[in-house]
């Protein structure tokens, strides 16, 4: 049986074995914790059509967050197994391609309501409210959230407005580099891995750091042993970040959900690149251009 561990459904087995040896349960089997205090009131305006500048920064990064983590908790043990994301069709997404389908359309509402605004003083009023929601993601230590958006700010369209950025207090793009350096890949990420030891649940984690250490582990790995035995020191590997995400899968957020700003806050519709960074030339011209 060990000889023939290279078959899907056996790896499987003996890492699932690993797993419970190593005292950590598959991430599908979590134990609801019960919510003692009353969540919070929600703070939606009275007026029917929502927009996102007249939301409290507070309110959407709390719908952001619940998304983001009934998401993250919806990620299952196989899910992971054999970079299972990279091939999966789009169309049917498991837990994994449905986050990151999460992250890339939050990270498109972001550059989209930016670019899509001519008025200079607006645009900056538009980032100066992203950043303070950033702020409030990194309070509600929701990590993916915060990098939906730090991707979005810093993205080439977004990045290269030279005035809007300017347009902002001195303090805003403080706090700015304040979040760009919690999210820092340096020595790799070893300042936010550092940070989430520190912190208490519920948490949401960035979910491309998991994905980067098992890819490190599974292409760097062989899953046999010369003799054909099976490489349990690459299951234990893998069953300590299986073990982490079920750490975090565990605790709820005591939050009410309201799906309409859950909605707003979504680009169901893939952004054409191209198109928005002519938009962002032509919103602010290079130096020199006429």
Same mark, same amino acid.
């Given at each position: 049986?060990?000889?023939?561990?290279?078959?899907?459904?056996?790896?499987?087995?003996?890492?699932?074995? #690993?797993?419970?040896?190593?005292?950590?349960?598959?991430? #599908?089997?979590?134990?609801?914790?019960?919510?003692?205090?009353?969540?919070?009131? #929600?703070?939606?305006?009275?007026?029917?059509?929502?927009?996102?500048?007249?939301?409290?920064?507070?309110?959407?990064?709390?719908?952001?967050? !619940?998304?983001?983590?009934?998401? &993250?908790?919806?990620?299952?043990?196989?899910?992971?197994?054999?970079?299972?994301?990279?091939?999966?069709?789009?169309?049917?997404?498991?837990?994994? *391609?449905?986050?990151?389908?999460?992250?890339?359309?939050?990270?498109?509402?972001?550059?989209?309501?930016?670019? %899509?605004? *001519?008025?200079?003083?607006?645009?900056?009023?538009?980032?100066?409210? &992203?950043?303070?929601?950033?702020?409030?993601?990194?309070?509600?230590?929701?990590?993916?959230?915060?990098?939906?958006?730090?991707?979005?700010?810093?993205?080439?369209?977004?990045?290269?407005?030279?005035?809007?950025?300017?347009?902002?207090?001195?303090?805003?793009?403080?706090?700015?580099?304040?979040?760009?350096?919690? %999210?820092?890949?340096?020595? +790799?990420?070893?300042?936010?891995?550092? !940070? =989430?030891?520190?912190?208490?649940?519920?948490?949401?984690?960035?979910?491309?750091? &998991?994905?980067?250490?098992?890819?490190?582990?599974?292409?760097? +790995?062989?899953? =046999?042993?010369?003799?054909?035995?099976? +490489?349990?020191?690459?299951?234990? %590997?893998?069953?300590?970040?299986?073990?982490?995400?079920? +750490? &975090?899968?565990? #605790?709820?957020?005591?939050? =009410?959900?309201?799906?309409?700003?859950?909605?707003?806050?979504?680009?169901?519709?893939?952004?054409?690149?191209?198109? %928005?960074?002519?938009?962002?030339?032509?919103?602010?011209?290079?130096?020199?251009?006429?």
């Amino acid at each position: 049986a060990l000889v023939q561990a290279t078959d899907g459904a056996v790896v499987g087995n003996c890492l699932m074995a #690993t797993v419970r040896r190593e005292g950590v349960k598959s991430p #599908t089997h979590q134990a609801e914790p019960q919510m003692e205090r009353p969540p919070p009131k #929600t703070i939606v305006p009275k007026q029917q059509a929502l927009s996102v500048m007249a939301i409290d920064s507070l309110e959407v990064a709390r719908q952001l967050t !619940l998304e983001d983590h009934n998401l &993250f908790r919806q990620i299952s043990f196989q899910d992971l197994l054999n970079k299972k994301w990279v091939e999966e069709e789009s169309s049917h997404p498991c837990g994994v *391609g449905r986050c990151i389908q999460r992250f890339n359309q939050v990270s498109a509402f972001y550059v989209k309501t930016i670019i %899509m605004e *001519g008025n200079l003083k607006k645009r900056i009023q538009v980032l100066d409210h &992203f950043i303070v929601i950033l702020s409030r993601l990194r309070t509600l230590q929701n990590f993916q959230g915060l990098m939906q958006g730090l991707g979005a700010l810093q993205s080439a369209p977004i990045f290269r407005l030279k005035r809007t950025w300017d347009g902002l207090s001195k303090s805003r793009r403080k706090q700015f580099l304040s979040l760009t350096e919690t %999210m820092s890949y340096s020595g +790799n990420c070893k300042g936010y891995r550092n !940070l =989430l030891r520190t912190l208490s649940l519920p948490l949401v984690p960035f979910l491309g750091i &998991f994905l980067s250490d098992l890819t490190f582990i599974e292409d760097g +790995n062989d899953d =046999l042993l010369p003799g054909g035995t099976v +490489n349990f020191a690459k299951r234990r %590997m893998q069953a300590k970040v299986f073990r982490d995400i079920e +750490n &975090f899968q565990s #605790t709820r957020y005591n939050l =009410l959900e309201v799906r309409a700003i859950i909605k707003l806050v979504t680009c169901p519709d893939p952004i054409d690149e191209d198109f %928005m960074y002519k938009r962002s030339l032509k919103l602010e011209p290079r130096s020199g251009a006429t």
